[in-house]
């Protein structure tokens, strides 16, 4: 088995690092080396090889969930250290609970690096084969590689800690607790658990629908789901086609399909099987199916889309509590369109540059069959100058995604965006995650969700998209708009209708 990993450091090393040029930093008292009880954000973790990272539960404690594609060689996570290292001296090693919640066995390595040379560099490393549903404690012993003498490591300064996995025949996971130091010979006391800190990631549905997610404001418009809650405001589609139409506003409110898809919208009649609106006991589900003829082309695919009557402006709010699509090809979104429908079926004029402002869009490319990393945007179509040249005043996304450590198709989140005028802010759960400067140059907007399949331009990803029917249900709860005191909402009678006549009554 040794020869077997002895591999694995040349692919390790091969990612260069600064060598220290300060003394590291101390653990915490508990010997703690990650900390993830009650966070939104496993960014600090580093993947190789395609993984992905997660929170999950084990036996009812918080866990890492690491999922492998099937690929060769070594994929795996590293875990962050401070800017100059870890100073572990004094400590005998690093451990981690490693379990296997596969149906096949796997073996799990640890490796804890100091920086310098490639062939030269010190590291310890140790491993565990680990049967299905198996927990076990993998150790790390400074000086140690698979329980052989080792390089002579500095715990002084440590600038690594990784978990990896080899021998991969099919796609696997692994749950992982934080690394933690040990001390041979030192007594065994019970860790007191840290401070509970309620997932922010985890919600209920509010039953006060007056405000926005943990937030005051002025409720506008509650579109509550569902045909047997008792707290539903919209039970059926007859209801849903008060407040919403079924395609994008452009072409007049005809266009039912963007040629960066292979989908097209539809609504039926209420009680169509073919319903692409199907309201469950307290939730709205956008549906997304292959009709007869249909397949992996343009207009292939049939999915939901709803678009909001409402005009939304600058001092508003909108929120969404959803549980989204997964799989390659999908593409659920939910964002902010320039434009209004007026009621009596006239539309606003559009301007040169159209304003967009992208709550989320979750997208199943680039090896992302689950719904983990998504992004939030303005749209500026190549004339940044039209909005003021759009910053970020602040933001936790890297490279435009943000992977905070769920699987947003497994559980209801809600996702909020906080219109401030030039300001707006993203929320996930309640959590700012964004704030951009962006100069909204149009008229009001209209909120759309869409269901949407297929990433025509991801050619290389959608070769690998499946007839996943059952995947591809959009999932919402409820959704809300609310408004600033002061702000007016505004009309959507045509600039231009005659003004309401009061009747008089009969002489």
């Avoid at 429908?341 to 490319?365: M, N």
């Avoid at 719904?371 to 500026?380: C, G, I, P, R, Y």
Wanted: proline share 10%; net charge negative; hydrophobic share 35%.
């Amino acid at each position: 088995m040794l020869s077997i990993f002895v591999g694995i450091i040349c692919a390790w090393l091969a990612v260069s690092m600064p060598v220290c040029q300060a003394d590291g930093s101390k653990p915490p008292p508990n010997g703690d080396l990650y900390y993830f009880e009650g966070t939104l954000d496993l960014s600090g973790l580093k993947t190789e090889g395609g993984a992905t990272v997660g929170i999950t539960e084990l036996n009812g404690a918080r866990m890492i969930k690491v999922d492998f594609p099937m690929i060769e060689g070594y994929p795996g996570v590293s875990f962050p250290v401070p800017g100059n290292g870890w100073d572990l001296s004094g400590f005998t090693g690093t451990q981690i609970q490693v379990n296997n919640p596969g149906p096949d066995p796997i073996t799990v390595a640890m490796r804890v690096d100091n920086a310098g040379d490639a062939q030269a560099k010190p590291w310890s490393a140790e491993l565990v084969n680990l049967n299905p549903g198996e927990t076990q404690t993998l150790k790390v012993v400074f000086g140690q590689a698979f329980k052989q003498p080792g390089f002579k490591l500095d715990p002084a300064h440590v600038v690594a800690i990784k978990v990896y996995v080899q021998g991969l025949k099919q796609p696997a996971s692994i749950l992982l607790g934080g690394p933690t130091v040990f001390t041979a010979g030192a007594a065994v006391t019970a860790k007191a658990p840290p401070p509970y800190h309620p997932y922010i990631t985890t919600t209920t549905s509010p039953t006060n629908h007056a405000q926005p997610y943990g937030q005051d404001w002025e409720l506008v418009k509650d579109w509550t789901f569902g045909n047997k809650r008792a707290d539903a405001t919209i039970h059926n589609k007859t209801e849903l086609d008060k407040d919403f139409y079924y395609r994008y506003i452009y072409g007049k409110g005809t266009l039912d399909s963007f040629s960066t898809s292979w989908n097209y919208h539809r609504d039926y009649p209420e009680g169509d099987p073919r319903s692409l609106h199907v309201f469950g006991d307290d939730t709205l589900t956008l549906k997304a199916r292959i009709p007869a003829g249909g397949g992996w082309h343009q207009h292939g695919i049939e999915s939901g889309l709803i678009r909001g009557k409402i005009p939304i402006v600058p001092g508003m709010r909108v929120e969404m509590r959803c549980k989204i699509t997964k799989g390659i090809g999908t593409w659920p979104n939910f964002w902010l369109c320039s434009g209004v429908q007026y009621d009596d079926g006239t539309f606003s004029p559009q301007p040169k540059v159209l304003p967009e402002i992208d709550i989320f869009e979750f997208w199943g490319y680039k090896n992302r069959p689950m719904a983990k990393t998504f992004s939030s945007n303005t749209q500026v179509f190549g004339h940044p100058e039209t909005h003021g040249n759009p910053y970020d005043i602040f933001t936790v996304f890297r490279n435009s995604d943000y992977t905070p450590g769920m699987d947003f198709s497994e559980g209801f989140h809600v996702f909020d965006l906080d219109w401030q005028e030039n300001r707006p802010m993203w929320l996930v759960d309640g959590h700012p995650i964004k704030q951009t400067y962006y100069e909204w140059t149009g008229p009001p907007a209209e909120l759309i969700v869409a269901n949407t399949l297929g990433i025509s331009w991801a050619k290389d990803d959608m070769k690998y998209m499946k007839p996943e029917e059952s995947n591809w249900d959009f999932v919402i709860d409820y959704i809300r708009v609310f408004k600033h005191p002061g702000v007016v909402v505004p009309s959507q009678a045509a600039p231009d209708a005659p003004a309401p006549t009061t009747p008089q009554p009969p002489k």
